[in-house]
């Protein structure tokens, strides 16, 4: 179990080099390149609503055969995606071919990690096994989404496109070797819906709208304050600082409680301050943001390992790619049909709290806490 540990470790830390040099941009990217906000939002829309069929699909493609085929399947949409965003066509039908591509390689991205990470992460006693993987992955993020930064402030997106590719494919190696439990698990999707504890499907959610911000919030940092990469770079790496600092605090403590619902509040409090702020002291928020979306993730995925009520790690899986799409379609669509940044994420807080309000009113699960 140790040594798949320290395998998966070596692919968490090579596979996010790559995807941060170029992922964490993608909608500024667009932004810069001429595409209004609503259509960068209809291509987050269009990538998770082609996402609810691909996890399904992938799923039970890597159930049959190898979850590392559904990866390189992943990885080589990716590429593929690289090579169109440097030949940019501002056209809906541009959006919808990125979305595609885009989605493609999440689902087969993420389904498979999440795969291997609920192999070699015990049930029990999740929390440092798993700080110990967001550590590889944080510290990679902060080098490569500064250096992702600089290379397309002053080249373009082919040098990261030939970075990324090589580094991707170098990352599946370690997948290789990684001894898993055997699978081709009979997928029974809806009886498993029914069986979960509804209150972590609300958690599970309520977590996903983090992403969401993560990807509408470089577009108003650069209307509000600056109209860089490297702007955008050093956020994400404050924020990644923040989180390897305080990675073994949070280790230890969220053993005896989870803090996802103080998290959660705190989250929202940290959004609605950084709408007040036009100059760089937003960059002193995103540190305690970090440090905030640490406790949240550690929170929700102690929730992740520790309390499946009996599901196998392939409905879970599942599940949580299902839940995760399709929560991200229906806050997304609105947004559509909105023009002004800040509406838009006001908008999500709003859906957030309203969540966080329907999760601390339905009875707690033992199994939860």
Partial sequence: MKDNRIKFNIFS???????SLIEIFISLYLFKNGFPINHICLFYLLENLFAIPLS??????????????IMCLGIVSFIILQVILNNVI????????????????????????????????????????????????????????????????KFNMLSLTIISSILLFLSVL??????????NT?????????????RNYIAFSLYELNNLLTF????????????????????????????????????????????????????ILMCLIKLFLYNYLILVIYFFEGIVKLM????????????????????????YQLLESAIRVIVVFPLVFMNNIRTMIIFVLIIMGLELLIYSKMKKSKKLY
């Fill in 13 to 19: 830390f090579i596979s996010t080099f790559a995807r």
């Fill in 56 to 69: 399904y699909i992938f799923v039970k493609t890597g159930e049959k055969y190898k979850y590392s085929i």
């Fill in 90 to 153: 501002n056209k809906i039908s541009y959006i919808i071919l990125t979305s595609i591509l885009y989605s493609i390689y999440r689902r087969g991205y993420w389904v498979s990690r999440r795969f291997y990470l609920t192999n070699v992460i015990p049930q029990r006693d999740s929390s440092e096994s798993f700080s110990i993987v967001v550590i590889f992955s944080q510290l990679s993020s902060i080098l490569s989404g500064y250096l992702g930064a600089i290379l397309l402030d």
């Fill in 174 to 183: 370690p997948l290789v070797n990684i001894k898993y439990k055997s699978t």
């Fill in 186 to 198: 009979k997928i029974e999707l809806i009886k498993n819906l029914k069986d979960y504890d509804k």
């Fill in 216 to 267: 509408i919030f470089p577009i108003y940092i650069a209307i509000y304050i600056q109209n860089s990469y490297v702007m955008a770079g050093s956020i994400n790496a404050i924020s990644n600082i923040a989180i390897l600092i305080f990675i073994f605090i949070y280790g230890k403590i969220i053993k005896r409680k989870n803090y996802f619902v103080l998290s959660s509040i705190l989250f």
């Fill in 296 to 319: 949240q993730n550690q929170s929700v995925n102690k929730i992740y390992f520790e309390n499946r009520n009996g599901m196998d790690s392939t409905h879970y899986n599942l599940i």
